[in-house]
């Protein structure tokens, strides 16, 4: 069987803690922050983490060699 490809987008756009907690950027912040509230800034500006166990299992094998953190 072949070796699996990193997926080297997942790694630009998620953060691996020392911990093995992934934490990623809300999405909607880099542009139109004009009509934007003040709230819905703040609350765009603040890392979310992972819990699902599904997701982080997914997350693992499609980073290959670097989700062994995980």
């Known amino acids: 069987m072949p070796?699996?490809?990193?997926r080297k987008t997942?790694?630009?756009r998620i953060k691996i803690s020392k911990n093995g907690k992934i934490t990623?950027?809300?999405?909607?912040?880099?542009?139109?922050?004009?009509?934007?509230d003040v709230g819905q800034k703040q609350r765009s500006?603040?890392?979310?983490?992972?819990?699902?166990?599904?997701?982080?299992?997914?997350?693992?094998?499609m980073l290959?060699?670097?989700g062994k953190k995980l």
């Open 3 to 6: 070796k699996l490809k990193t």
């Open 10 to 12: 997942l790694l630009k």
């Open 24 to 36: 990623k950027r809300k999405v909607g912040l880099k542009h139109l922050k004009v009509n934007k």
């Open 45 to 61: 500006n603040a890392a979310s983490a992972f819990t699902n166990k599904k997701i982080i299992d997914r997350f693992k094998k």
């Open 64 to 66: 290959g060699k670097y």
